[in-house]
């Protein structure tokens, strides 16, 4: 029986990797004899072999970090890690808790979106939550803005409108940059059949929807005098209106409580810089133009 080859300390090679086997991952037959010339270009006391497969592997050395180990001297003893290597191995507090609430917000986002598909368990309410997204789209609020305000026969009332116009500009331009830039994907049970949608929605951190909710319903509160049921209504329509993304599966939790934050901070962006006759006096003047 033929006896097996061996490194120059006289170590079998098969320890490592197998002389004839013709495994694709070390070349077949054809790589053996580019592998061999490797084992005898390397210097005595090292196991070529091994520390190349070792070094490949490691990521430490796929960045170049230190020599291959042992390369012409005794056996090399572990160097300490890259600092960005131990911060990998050794995740921060605001690592794991992020990591963790990030496993949290999938796991309830999956739980709670019981509309996603006609099938799901609570399917059959998928209509009744499909009016509700229409109810806070872009589209009607945009288009129904504009109509009031070609309507409006007072300064005060065409103030408003205005700046209600402004304020959804501003959300559907906010909304639309943090979507392109965080580029978080919709969860995967979502079916994507929404009406009307931008390049940008096919992301879903933040939810638009919510911070539509959160800013018109503050804007309401604060500019219009309504009765308190019918402000107990806005605010009711505004959280149900962001369960409903969770439940149709179109978000995560996650992407609708900071779509509620960022709505809510907004309107104080909104009420900082108030558009009046006295500040844009030209947006007034054109608008009144016949
Ligand atoms: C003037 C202009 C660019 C109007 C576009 C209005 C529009 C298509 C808004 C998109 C509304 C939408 C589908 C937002 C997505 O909401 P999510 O809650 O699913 O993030």
Redesign the pocket.
Known sequence: MPSPRRNAEGRPLAACAPSSSGSPAHGGGGGRFEFQSLLSSRAPGTDPTCARLRASESPVHRRGSFPLAGAGSSPALPSPLPEEDRMDLNPSFLGIALRSLLAIDLWLSKKLGVCAGESSSWGSVRPLMKLLEISG???PW?LGTLYCLSRSDSWAGREVLMNLLFSLLLD?LL?ALIKGLVRRRRPAHNQMD?F???SV?KY?FP????TRAALVSRFILNHLVLAIPLRVLVVLWAFILGLS?VMLG??NVTDVAFGFFLGYMQYSIVDYCWLSPHNAPVLFVLWNQP
């Open positions: 789209h872009g589209i945009l559907l909304v929404m009307f949608t931008l929605d879903s939810s638009g929807h919510a993304r179109r978000h």
